[in-house]
């Protein structure tokens, strides 16, 4: 592990700790809308998300969207989901090279760790993060 690694790692750390407190409080049962702005924010904010790259004109990302909301009140406590506007907000996509959508990028400790590519089903997602030990 090189040294800007072993940085990034304590400085997750610390900023977990600081937000701790709000996490017990109130996590989310719902998706959460992620922007440019809050992206950095909520991954380390939050130990487990999913986040579901979308447009409102693509069909697929219509179809999965009620599957996200199922699952995130299912996985309350374990996973917080998310939903980026790729129209909207083109700097993150463009950084994680949404070439796809729907795209579900999986952070874990503020690390994105996989990624599903399409409309998956319920399943499919659920057995994603089991097998990552995200649930």
Known sequence: MDELEILRKKKLEELRKRYMEDEKQETPDKPLE?????????????????????????????????????????????????????????????????????????FKDGKLVDRIIGAMPKEFIVEKLKSLNMI
């Open 34 to 106: 992620v922007n440019d702005a809050n992206f950095e924010e909520i991954i380390i904010k939050h130990k487990n998300v999913a986040i579901d790259c979308w447009a409102p004109w693509c069909g697929p990302c219509l179809m999965i969207a009620p599957v996200i909301e199922e699952l995130a009140k299912e996985l309350k406590g374990k996973v917080v989901f998310g939903k980026l506007n790729v129209d909207e907000n083109q700097r993150t996509a463009m950084r994680f090279n949404i070439m796809s959508i729907p795209t579900i990028l999986l």
